[in-house]
């Protein structure tokens, strides 16, 4: 298959928006436009409606059924509209332009994109590149970056594909969390349906070899906390796969963070949830402490002795020791990818790129559980979103992950485009990313993309 062509995209927000581009078979061409905030803030709103958004007073549940049943996504028709709005808005007339020029030219497309944080939510894959309702996902692949500096100054080097294939993955399915989490809104993701679903996955694993029986026991809706996390990921893998939950708190990055069966027992950066209605500072050691990207990047570097033997170790680790992350990373959880929405580019992404990840794929916005879907839609009986659970999940084992999901997504838009069902609806399969770091960064002029 020929090299693409390569488009390198960034944004900055400075008052108004600014988008520069520059491809790589010309790259003395460098171009920019600015977008101003009175032409963009109409699709962005628009697209803010379309999402599992709360509004003020609205539970979580309400806006997943508000998006489902009134959404810009929940219509065929509504959505091209929200589509086209957005090209308008964020994709400059002179870089659609570009793309076909080399589409016609008979040459692959690749749009290397480090959003800003007003443009973190648009789903650039739905983009229209002509009048004739072509997405961008149809005729190009578009993948994250983040900013040179991860590159330049990331703790582990991820290995090559090809020398950790064999290796066994890691499967995280819906952890169990300490009780009081629920008092939170962090409730059990799956109902048994999608659970059994996923342990026919994982049997399928353990009886290849490709997983041990005693890792198989431990994957859906599994008891593991921060410290036996660690101990999983310090033995070889391939890869890690998380479906649960993924929270963060506005202009916060660092506050990013998975959630296992963890009590404020386990030290940590993340300050614990306490219980509503609690008056003081007084902790109950029922508590829930999230994993943060805080975590994940600072380890242990000021915790105590004790704390320390929990690891194994005498001395203060830094969070790639600790929690060194495989080659391929899949967070399938609520926002995932929240590290562009922040001026300055860190989460758990970023997290696992400086820990050792060369792909991450996870999702740009909330996802509505199967189960909202049900109790939105009488006699719905699909699982869209443990059907992309499933498919990022088999993806990450293949040669190519990133270009076997785009095939997937082009036949939900195909499928999207002919039924209009809301089985097929972009809300879900559009929020998918692929943040990719590898090796060493795609190069300039020449050189070949190391395989991801």
């Known amino acids: 298959m020929t090299e693409p062509i390569d488009v390198l995209v960034r944004a900055a927000d400075a008052g108004d928006t600014y988008l520069a581009w520059r491809w790589l078979d010309d790259v003395g061409q460098p171009r920019f436009e600015v977008l101003t905030t009175a032409a963009?803030?109409?699709?962005?709103?628009?697209?803010?409606?379309?999402?599992?958004?709360?509004?003020?007073?609205?539970?979580?549940?309400?806006?997943?059924?508000?998006?489902?049943?009134?959404?810009?996504f929940a219509d065929v028709d509504r959505e091209r509209e929200l589509a086209r709005l957005l090209t308008d808005a964020v994709l400059p007339?002179?870089?659609?332009?570009?793309?076909?020029?080399?589409?016609?030219?008979?040459q692959r497309v690749r749009v290397r994109l480090t959003p800003s944080p007003r443009l973190a939510h648009v789903p650039w894959d739905l983009l229209c590149v002509d009048d004739d309702d072509r997405r961008l996902l149809e005729v190009a692949e578009v993948v994250l970056e983040p900013p040179a500096t991860v590159h330049a100054e990331r703790a582990i080097l991820p290995e090559p594909w090809p020398d950790v294939r064999d290796r066994p993955p890691l499967v995280i399915v819906?952890?169990?969390?300490?009780?009081?989490?629920?008092?939170?809104?962090?409730?059990?993701?799956?109902?048994?349906?999608?659970?059994?679903?996923?342990?026919?996955?994982?049997?399928?694993?353990v009886?290849?070899?490709?997983?041990?029986?005693?890792?198989?026991?431990?994957?859906?809706?599994?008891?593991?906390?921060?410290?036996?996390l660690s101990a999983a990921l310090r033995s070889p893998r391939s890869r890690l796969f998380y479906l649960g939950?993924?929270?963060?708190?506005?202009?916060?990055?660092?506050?990013?963070?998975?959630?296992?069966?963890?009590?404020?027992?386990?030290?940590?950066?993340a300050a614990p949830l306490r219980f509503p209605g609690r008056d003081g500072d007084r902790l109950d050691r029922d508590d829930h402490r999230p994993f943060a990207a805080l975590d994940l990047l600072m380890g242990t570097s000021s915790a105590d002795r004790e704390t320390w033997r929990r690891y194994g170790f005498d001395e203060a680790r830094l969070g790639h020791e600790l929690w060194p992350m495989p080659q391929r990373v899949a967070v399938i959880a609520c926002e995932g990818g929240a590290d562009y929405r922040s001026a300055e580019t860190f989460g758990l992404v970023i997290a696992m790129v400086n820990a050792g990840a060369a792909l991450v794929t996870t999702t740009r916005w909330t996802l509505p559980a199967d189960r909202v879907f049900r109790s939105?839609?009488?006699?719905?009986?699909?699982?869209?979103?443990?059907?992309?659970?499933?498919?990022?999940?088999?993806?990450?084992?293949?040669?190519?992950?990133?270009?076997?999901?785009?095939?997937?997504?082009?036949?939900?838009?195909?499928?999207?485009?002919?039924?209009?069902?809301?089985?097929?609806?972009?809300?879900?399969?559009?929020?998918?990313?692929?943040?990719?770091?590898?090796?060493?960064?795609?190069?300039?002029?020449?050189?070949?993309q190391p395989e991801q």
Not at 95 to 105: E, H, K, S
Not at 245 to 267: K, R, Y
Request: hydrophobic share 40%.
């Open 376 to 448: 939105a839609i009488g006699g719905f009986e699909a699982q869209p979103t443990t059907e992309l659970a499933l498919r990022v999940d088999r993806a990450h084992e293949g040669l190519d992950p990133i270009g076997e999901l785009a095939e997937w997504q082009r036949g939900r838009l195909r499928e999207w485009r002919s039924r209009g069902e809301l089985a097929d609806t972009p809300l879900v399969w559009a929020a998918l990313t692929h943040t990719i770091a590898p090796l060493k960064q795609p190069a300039v002029v020449g050189d070949q």
């Open 40 to 72: 963009i803030e109409p699709a962005l709103t628009a697209l803010a409606d379309a999402l599992v958004h709360r509004r003020a007073g609205e539970r979580g549940t309400d806006a997943a059924h508000r998006a489902l049943t009134e959404g810009a």
């Open 174 to 205: 819906d952890p169990v969390l300490p009780m009081r989490a629920g008092s939170h809104g962090l409730g059990q993701v799956l109902d048994r349906a999608e659970l059994d679903r996923f342990a026919e996955r994982v049997d399928e694993y």
């Open 207 to 228: 009886t290849a070899g490709r997983m041990p029986v005693t890792d198989g026991d431990q994957v859906v809706h599994c008891a593991m906390d921060r410290v036996e």
């Open 93 to 106: 007339p002179g870089l659609r332009a570009g793309i076909r020029q080399r589409i016609a030219a008979g």
């Open 245 to 269: 939950h993924v929270t963060s708190s506005p202009d916060e990055p660092g506050s990013a963070a998975i959630h296992l069966n963890d009590t404020v027992a386990e030290w940590g950066m």
